[in-house]
């Protein structure tokens, strides 16, 4: 029974100073280890419900993202629309211009004629004037 140690509040324990330093150290290493060991843990594990959640509110948006779809397709729909129809007014302005070009000829050479009339009545006039 010499094996036997008997340990109460009143035993005392002789060690080196350096081994009760390296003992502390170790302990505290180690709360100090599994303590960022759980913040780690719990920062991961919230971070994964977000996600969860984020993706949740994601699927449920869905029928939202097809409306949004739908109303940028029929947006260029009427973006195309608009643009053939801004085409034809171009083409009918062309042909507006080219048409006024036309009849500003056409007024300028009504004036010549008509100015040659004048000269050729008038020339007959003056001739045919008993004088």
């Known amino acids: 029974m010499k ?49 969860q959640s984020d993706l949740l509110k994601k699927a449920d948006q869905t029928p939202k993202n097809l409306e949004i779809f739908m109303l940028i397709e029929e947006l260029f729909k009427t973006s195309d629309k608009h643009q053939e129809s801004i085409d034809q007014n171009i083409h009918t302005q062309i042909k507006l211009d080219h048409l006024e070009e036309q009849l500003s000829k056409a007024l300028k050479d009504i004036e010549k004629l008509k100015d040659k009339v004048r000269e050729n009545g008038n020339s007959h006039s003056i001739n045919n004037v008993p004088g």
């Open 3 to 51: 094996d036997q140690i008997n340990v109460s509040d009143k035993t005392r324990l002789n060690i080196p100073i350096a081994n009760f330093v390296v003992i502390v150290s170790i302990i505290i290493s180690s709360v100090y280890g599994f303590s960022n060991l759980q913040n780690r843990i719990t920062a991961l594990e919230t971070q994964d419900t977000l996600m």
